[in-house]
């Protein structure tokens, strides 16, 4: 469980558009409200690495801002 875990958050943060919206699309629509709020947390709270922060606003620009 934790190493799918670990993947599933290694293709969010991945910066990679297709990566993210895949992994996010075979979550429960429970899975994917609590995973934006995670997102949300890791970009406006303080305590997050910078790097960490870029990963989670590309992560959400590529789930509510999805290129065509």
């Given at each position: 469980?934790?190493?799918?875990?670990?993947?599933?958050?290694?293709?969010?943060?991945?910066?990679?558009?297709d990566q993210v919206?895949?992994?996010?699309?075979?979550?429960?629509?429970m899975e994917q409200?609590?995973?934006?709020?995670?997102l949300k947390r890791?970009?406006?709270?303080?305590?997050?690495?910078?790097?960490?922060?870029?990963?989670?606003?590309?992560?959400?620009?590529?789930?509510?801002?999805?290129?065509?």
């Open positions: 469980m934790s190493d799918s875990l670990e993947l599933l958050w290694d293709n969010l943060l991945s910066r990679q558009p919206q895949e992994a996010f699309g075979i979550l429960s629509s409200q609590a995973v934006l709020a995670h890791m970009v406006d709270e303080p305590g997050w690495h910078s790097e960490q922060r870029l990963s989670a606003q590309a992560a959400l620009s590529a789930l509510i801002f999805p290129a065509s």
